[in-house]
């Protein structure tokens, strides 16, 4: 009678094993098409030639117009591929000593959609990222 009891609890332990790596493959393969698109920086030399190559906005001016509406200083921008499109990650240090990361289409100028905030830059907003909070 023993022998049958531990064949039914190891039978029952393996379909509880083959549901639970169900239930997990099919948790990481809606992760995978739920999850947002990776953003991909570049070097300095890919950021220039696609720079002049596509007529991308202007980086120094980008991010003194973000800086200036955040009051924050500048401290360096990346160009970066987000998805399909290119954008740059701006960098900038507030007054209350936070470093925030503003994400700006780098076709426009304008702050990206995916960018806290990003219709509405004024004084006192919070970009994409903030450091240290």
Do not use: N
Not at 44 to 59: C, F, I, T, Y
Not at 110 to 126: F, L, T, V, W
């Amino acid at each position: 009678m023993r022998a049958a009891g531990g064949c039914w609890r190891r039978a029952l332990t393996v379909a509880a094993l083959a549901a639970t790596a169900a239930f997990l493959r099919a948790g990481a393969s809606r992760a995978a098409e739920d999850a947002p698109a990776r953003l991909q920086c570049f070097t300095m030399a890919q950021a220039r030639s696609k720079m002049e190559a596509q007529k991308l906005a202007d980086p120094f001016r980008c991010m003194r117009d973000v800086a200036l509406r955040l009051q924050a200083e500048p401290l360096g921008a990346r160009l970066c591929q987000l998805g399909e499109g290119l954008i740059y990650e701006i960098s900038l240090l507030r007054r209350d000593g936070h470093i925030v990361k503003i994400l700006v289409d780098a076709f426009s100028g304008r702050p990206h959609s995916s960018s806290i905030g990003a219709g509405s830059i004024g004084p006192g907003s919070i970009g994409a990222g903030s450091m240290g909070d």
